[in-house]
């Protein structure tokens, strides 16, 4: 009951243009109350639920709209209605597995555009893969890359990057690591803002394309990673993708994937809802058990595959890796 309540105060702020007039920027309760025509008294009832579920912040007498539910107004300006008053019509619906299966831009627009929040999830990932330098003098910290002058710089292609939320953490923690950026325009646009953000656009460059028929050259990166994409595709275009990032990494290379999985224990509330989400939103995805993923991964030709579920992912994804002999 709780959930539905939620659900609904969220649309009757929508509905009353509540969220409108904080995109504008910080009001107080009078302003709002004059924008919405409801009384205070009663336009408080409301407020107060948005706050504690994170949607609207209070600073002292100024209301704002959080980070997070402006994204989602921008992205998702019905609140997901569109995806979920569709749920009934699309669960009937076979799923498809031909490579030829469409997924709609939307969705990958709309995960590029929340990546940022898991930015602690991908700092985890990044030291959890070993990017960093090597053990040299005691204390100095482990990982993949040599921090002497004479190492060689290791290169990584984000394929279907995103925002590139997930290769920025892995430059970030390594600090020679090159990355090259496929994808889309506008989302080759928000990755180079987010590297550049954190001074790192130096060591990125892009290439404008679709991260299923983009040509790729062959044998020529340490990492190929894979982040929270494949789950969207259908089986066919799994192991499209998979083979196409096996070819691009050089051998003794890895390739790294970054989704949802299903593991031995039960999901919680936000797996079971993004798993849903996918199965609604997509015509052919879905969350796979590890041991269909790690299966994909040996197809593909993909040695020592390991799993890892990341801790601090707010929505249980972890990491795959396979090695190209």
């Known amino acids: 009951m709780t959930i539905n309540a939620t659900s609904h105060v969220l649309r ?42 994170g949607i609207i912040e209070k600073y002292a007498e100024d209301y704002a709209i959080s980070s997070v539910a402006r994204l989602l107004c921008q ?21 498809q597995s031909s490579a030829d299966t469409k997924v709609p831009q939307s969705r990958f627009d709309s995960i590029a555009a929340t990546q940022w929040v898991h930015t602690p999830a991908a700092m985890q990932a990044a030291e959890i893969l070993d990017f960093g330098p090597t053990p040299g003098e005691e204390g100095e910290g ?30 970030h923690r390594d600090p020679q690591l090159h990355v090259t950026l496929l994808d889309h325009p506008g989302a080759l646009e928000a990755a180079m ?14 290439i404008e394309g679709d991260a299923l028929t983009a040509e790729l050259p062959e044998n020529q990166y340490d990492h190929v990673l ?27 290379g890895r390739v790294i994937v ?15 809802i993004e798993a849903l989400r996918i199965g ?14 790690q299966e994909r991964m040996k197809d593909a030709g993909l040695e020592s595959i390991q799993f890892s579920f990341i801790a601090a992912s707010r929505v249980g994804l972890g990491l795959m890796t396979g090695i190209k002999p």
Do not use: H
């Open 12 to 53: 009757t702020g929508r509905e009353l243009g509540l969220f409108d007039a904080l995109l504008e920027g910080q009001k107080t309760l009078e302003a709002l109350a004059e924008r919405t025509g409801l009384p205070e008294s009663r336009l408080l009832l409301l407020l107060q639920p948005l706050t504690s579920v």
């Open 75 to 95: 992205y998702d300006a019905d609140l997901g209605d569109a995806v979920w008053l569709n749920a009934s019509t699309a669960l009937k619906s076979d799923s």
């Open 142 to 171: 482990e990982g993949t890359v040599l921090s002497s002058d004479e190492s060689k710089p290791q290169t990584l292609l984000d394929l279907g990057c995103g925002s590139a939320v997930w290769s920025c953490a892995a430059a």
């Open 193 to 206: 803002a987010t590297a550049n953000s954190i001074e790192l656009g130096d060591r990125f460059e892009s």
């Open 226 to 252: 894979i982040a929270q994409r494949l789950n969207s595709y259908s089986p066919d275009q799994i192991r499209l993708m998979l083979q196409r990032a096996t070819s691009a990494v050089k051998p003794g």
């Open 258 to 272: 970054i989704d949802s999985f299903e593991g031995p224990n039960r999901p919680s509330l936000a797996e079971s």
């Open 280 to 293: 609604i939103e997509t015509e052919g995805g879905a969350v796979p058990e590890l041991k269909e993923a």
